[in-house]
């Protein structure tokens, strides 16, 4: 009985005494914790974009238009071991009208 007591008491001092060992926290940690929680507000964009030039739309469209047409035919140049030394400038151009067209139409 003396044994279960005194292993109870010393368990019980050392966990008194390790409880008193806790870290206190570092000043500004409460802070910058607080800091960290917050939600995080999306950039306002007040800029507006101008509205398309239809001409110019009309333009590029027709510009896109007559490019594609090409890239059929020299495909086919393609297949007989030709390379078209424009192609890729072709194909680069198509690309960027495309994207200018879809960017300028979509809200």
Sequence with gaps: ???????????????????G????FR???RE????????ETPPQVT?????ADPAQLQRDAKELAS??????SEVEQLKIGRLPKDLDAQLKRIEKLSKQLRREISP
Excluded: D, T, W, Y
Aim: with cysteine; charged share 20%; hydrophobic share 50%.
């Design 1 to 19: 009985m003396k044994f279960r007591f005194l292993v109870l008491a010393s368990v019980l001092s050392c966990a008194l005494v390790l409880g």
């Design 21 to 24: 060992q806790i870290r206190p």
């Design 27 to 29: 000043p500004g940690m």
């Design 32 to 39: 910058a914790e607080q800091l960290s929680n917050r939600p």
């Design 47 to 51: 800029a507006k974009r101008q509205p």
């Design 67 to 72: 490019l594609a047409k090409l890239i059929p």
